[in-house]
């Protein structure tokens, strides 16, 4: 049971390049989330989903795309990337309803 | 819309106690609280669903007021590892599985 698994852990990217960050779980959760902490600040919602084939915006979503194909992945897709997008990425899961959230170790990317 | 936690920060001596606010001018229907050590993902410690319910664990408890939209973290005779810094996260009754974060309060405990 390995949790939440988000790759890769380290990433630099060049501007206007773009990536895929991936987060997959094995708890079976119907809730999957992406939120962004940039230095000394809390965590912002990029974009969650409440089952496959269901996605919606959270509070920051520009320049994020995501999709869920599956109950277990929940990628999310840097279109252009910006130095404004440098930041730590956590992606999170959980049940529907009661559920708490169960976060991955992180993502640190450094857009140069 | 984004809860209001205070303070922002609070240095303890080992075995004082703390209160940590969160608060959200939006009817709620579940407050979670999680703590973060520096360099780590968050981890959680309590989820209170609407309905006023207090929960706790060991020295570490919580409230919940639905009338007030605040929530309260109780951090009883603190230890050194509960150093490190809180969030809450709060999903209001109009965007249930939106779970939204507050800003944080860091929280040193001192020998």
């Known amino acids: 049971n390995a949790g939440v698994t988000q790759t890769p852990k380290f990433q630099v990217l060049k501007t206007g390049q773009s990536m895929t960050l991936q987060c997959a779980q094995d708890m079976n959760h119907e809730y999957m989330s992406w939120y962004r902490q940039d230095p000394g600040m809390g965590l912002r919602l990029i974009h969650y989903?409440?089952?496959?084939?269901?996605?919606d915006q959270g509070e920051v979503p520009n320049g994020y795309n995501v999709s869920r194909s599956t109950t277990e992945d929940f990628p999310l897709r840097l279109l252009s990337a910006a130095p404004s997008q440098t930041s730590v990425y956590f992606c999170?899961?959980?049940?529907?309803?009661?559920?708490?959230?169960?976060f991955g170790q992180g993502t640190r990317l450094t857009v140069v | 819309q984004q809860p209001v936690q205070s303070p922002q920060a609070v240095i303890l001596r080992e075995g004082e106690d703390a209160v940590i606010n969160c608060s959200s001018s939006k009817a709620l229907y579940s407050v979670h609280w999680y703590r973060q050590k520096h360099g780590e993902a968050p981890v959680f410690l309590m989820i209170?669903?609407?309905?006023?319910e207090q929960k706790g664990h060991e020295k570490i408890s919580a409230s919940f007021n639905e009338k007030k939209q605040q929530s309260s973290l109780y951090l009883t005779a603190s230890q050194l590892s509960y150093s490190g810094t809180y969030f809450c996260?709060?999903?209001?009754?109009?965007?249930?599985?939106?779970?939204?974060f507050g800003s944080g309060t860091r929280l040193l405990v001192r020998p």
């Open positions: 209170l669903l609407k309905g006023g």
């Open positions: 996260g709060t999903e209001q009754e109009d965007s249930s599985y939106k779970l939204i």
């Open positions: 999170a899961s959980s049940y529907l309803g009661q559920g708490f959230a169960f």
């Open positions: 989903s409440v089952g496959a084939g269901i996605t």
